[in-house]
T-cell receptor, first 117, second 111 residues
C-alpha cells in the first residue's frame, strides 16, 4: 500500500521560472492538503482540495500560486514567476475523509524541496 | 484561532536519557492532538495521536497524554536512542481540516 507520493523531491528554479509540484494521495484518499515549511519553522497550511474542487485556499498567497486536483491524475501545486522567498519544503498530505474523520489524521508525503536561485 | 506552542530547541541528550518536549495549545472546540516526527531529509511521520481528553497516545516508547485542563500534550520517552534524533512537531486538528503545527523541536541524541 503505497504512501503519499510527491515529485520531484528536489527542484531548482531560477527567479521568474515556474515550479510545478506533484502529489499523488494514498490509495482510497480523496482529500489532499498542501503545506509549506519555511526554514526553521513549522508547517503552514496552504490549500485543501477534493477531486476537482478547491475547498479552502485561505493559506495560499493571492498571486502566483495555484493548485488543482483533477478527476484523473495527481494534485498539482503551481508557482509562477518564482522568487527567492518561495524557497521552502512543500508537503502534501492526504486523508480518506475530511475534517476530523478518523481523528483528523493526515498522511504526509516526503515533500518537495524547492530552491530558487 | 488555533495555535500550538512547543518547547524550543535544540535539545541534546545522551543515550538512555529521559526526553520530554512540552506542547500547549489554544483551540476552539475539542481538537485532536498529534505528534509528528521528521527524520533528516524526510517527510513527516505520525508518531502518536489522541482524540479526546485524558487519552494517552503511545508508539515506539513515546507517550503523550491529552490534558484538557492544562491544554497540554507533552511528549515523553524514558530512554532515548541515537535513532530518535529528529525534529518533533506537535499539531492539532480542531473542527476543520487544517492541521496547526508548532515550530518543531530538534532533538539530537549522542552515543
Amino acid at each position: 500500500n503505497a504512501g503519499v507520493m510527491q515529485n520531484p523531491r528536489h527542484l531548482v528554479r531560477r527567479r521568474g521560472q515556474e515550479a510545478r509540484l506533484r502529489c499523488s494521495p494514498m490509495k482510497g484518499h480523496s482529500h489532499v492538503y498542501w503545506y509549506r515549511q519555511l526554514p526553521e519553522e513549522g508547517l503552514k497550511f496552504m490549500v485543501y482540495l477534493q477531486k476537482e474542487n478547491i475547498i479552502d485556499e485561505s493559506g495560499m498567497p493571492k498571486e502566483r500560486f495555484s493548485a488543482e486536483f483533477p478527476k484523473e491524475g495527481p494534485s498539482i501545486l503551481r508557482i509562477q514567476q518564482v522568487v527567492r522567498g518561495d524557497s521552502a519544503a512543500y508537503f502534501c498530505a492526504s486523508s480518506p475523509t475530511g475534517g476530523k474523520g478518523r481523528g483528523g489524521e493526515q498522511f504526509f508525503g516526503p515533500g518537495t524541496r524547492l530552491t530558487v536561485l | 484561532g488555533n495555535s500550538v506552542t512547543q518547547m524550543e530547541g535544540p535539545v541534546t541528550l545522551s543515550e538512555e536519557a529521559f526526553l520530554t518536549i512540552n506542547c500547549t495549545y489554544t483551540a476552539t472546540g475539542y481538537p485532536s492532538l498529534f505528534w509528528y516526527v521528521q527524520y533528516p531529509g524526510e517527510g513527516l511521520q505520525l508518531l502518536l495521536k489522541a482524540t479526546k481528553a485524558d487519552d494517552k497516545g503511545s508508539n515506539k516508547g513515546f507517550e503523550a497524554t491529552y490534558r484538557k485542563e492544562t491544554t497540554s500534550f507533552h511528549l515523553e520517552k524514558g530512554s532515548v536512542q541515537v535513532s530518535d534524533s529528529a525534529v518533533y512537531f506537535c499539531a492539532l486538528n480542531s473542527n476543520d481540516y487544517k492541521l496547526s503545527f508548532g515550530a518543531g523541536t530538534t532533538v539530537t541524541v549522542r552515543a
